[in-house]
């Protein structure tokens, strides 16, 4: 878990979008149609089922939508675990990575040096996600939140922070 | 003799093998979910939520394929 000091206090939470998530439930939804199809397919064709053969179906369709759904949860735990937490001392970026990797960075606002917003295409300018980039000082690594939720109000929200730690921010710049 | 008839005359003993590995992994991934949404999920309301959803759909579905298979069984 996050541990944050007693006078400090979450902010907001930039989080991946939404259609990140829903384009992994359309995949499943499609992956879990094939086995009733191919057994369509089957009984329309004419070959002979007996009649626990709809039982047999049942049974392993029932464990396919259970890899499924634990599968789903496992994918959403990837996506809901990436966040940053924008507090009002310093920014967390808690990385998810699969299932047994995780990776907690947090730096101070005064080291931020650079905040990059990234949208690409009709969908992402259309529901309002895209990728951050921040570029902090005393190190050449950057950190990035691909499809963020609202970057722009994230952004506004963490140069607000950095404003007010350190007067003002080097350079912010905005590629769409 | 086809593909779904082989399908068909599959030996029970054999599900419920398969069943009991389904369960053994099924039961070793919901432990690391819940480890991790305990450990590392700051909303407790929402991670309760979804623990709910989690089991309810995954109890629901496990029961199905029990019911199925038993009266395969039976059958």
Known sequence: MVALDIDEKIIYEVRKHWFGIAVIIAGLAVIALIPPIFFVVIQTTGTVMLVDGWLLFLFVYSLWLLVLWVFFFLEWTDYYFDVWHV???????????????????????????????????????????????????????EIILKGASRPYMAKEIIMKEVEKKSGTIQRVQVVE | MSIVQALISISPLYLWTGLFIVLVVFVCISAILMYHWKKYGLRRQKIKVVQRIYFVGSII???????????????
């Not at chain 1, 507090?87 to 299932?99: A, M, P, S």
Request: proline share 1%; glycine share 6%.
């Open chain 1, 87 to 141: 507090t009002n001392k310093r920014l967390v970026d808690v990385e998810q990575k699969g299932i047994f990797s995780r990776e907690i960075t947090s730096f101070y606002y005064d080291r931020i040096q650079d905040i990059t917003i990234e949208i690409h295409g009709i969908i992402p300018t259309l529901l309002e996600f895209g990728d951050i980039h921040i570029q902090t000082a005393g190190e050449s690594r």
């Open chain 2, 61 to 75: 579905l496990l029961s199905i394929a029990i019911i199925a298979l038993s009266f395969y069984t039976l059958w």
